[in-house]
Antibody, heavy 127, light 107 residues
């Protein structure tokens, strides 16, 4: 069964750190870019970060740049999000999501939309 | 960053209605657009990718169209299971952005 399972959320004080994990199963994890997306309570979806399939490229939303670090261990089929200097506005449900890809007739790879999402892990930043 | 603007924010409709949700991009994104459905307490579900391609397993009453900066999601005949929140998403650049969402509610 293709799935992503997040863990590591919890209640943390402002300024502290937390590390989220996303365990993948049922597919070849090492060939997919994986993203973190968050959703504050009652709000919309906000993209947070992405890591390429091999970990060589990482990009972040401006709101978390310099504070969050995305990483992956392909030998463990696991994605991570190290969150430092947490703020109240980081309070959200954090999802990991697989960005699927396909090849066109010429053999060019196209990275596409997010076809598999985890169930999310809640992070609450509060004193 | 590319901004995505959805309209309307809330839409009231009845079972059997045909509804359309619009998404506008602040700059051209070609056809690199997806639509998701989200129900309370659940993760988003992919409906449409590449602006008009129907994800496997999604009912054919859902369709997408558009390119460049203007896109639409159409549900041809609303079913009770369709009342949810819908998001568009651009993936033209590495910095992905979502629309603010459209809540589809029962009239």
């Amino acid at each position: 069964q293709v799935q992503l399972v997040e863990s590591g959320g919890g209640v943390v004080q402002p300024g502290r750190s937390l590390r989220l994990s996303c365990a993948a199963s049922g597919f070849t994890f090492s060939t997919y870019a994986i993203h973190w997306v968050r959703q504050a309570p009652g709000k919309g979806l906000e993209w947070v970060a992405v890591i390429s399939y091999d970990g060589s490229n990482k990009y972040y939303a401006d709101s978390v740049k310099g504070r969050f670090t995305i990483s992956r261990d392909n030998s463990k089929n696991t994605l991570y999000l190290q969150m430092n200097s947490l703020r109240a506005e980081d309070t959200a449900l954090y999802y990991c999501a697989r960005r699927y890809y396909y090849y066109d007739n010429s053999g060019s790879r196209f990275d596409c939309a997010f076809d598999i999402w985890g169930q999310g892990t809640m992070v609450t930043v509060s004193s | 960053d590319i901004q995505m603007t959805q309209s309307p924010s809330t839409l009231s409709a009845s079972v059997g209605d045909r509804v359309t949700i619009t998404c506008r991009a602040s700059q051209s994104i070609s056809s690199w657009l997806a639509w998701y459905q989200q129900k309370p307490g659940k993760a988003p579900k992919l409906l449409i990718y590449d602006a008009s391609s129907l994800e496997s397993g999604v009912p054919s009453r859902f369709s997408g169209s558009g390119s460049g900066t203007e896109f639409t999601l159409t549900i041809s005949s609303l079913q009770p299971d369709d009342f949810a929140t819908y998001y568009c998403q651009q993936y033209n650049s590495y910095s992905i952005t979502f629309g603010q969402g459209t809540r589809l509610e029962i009239k």
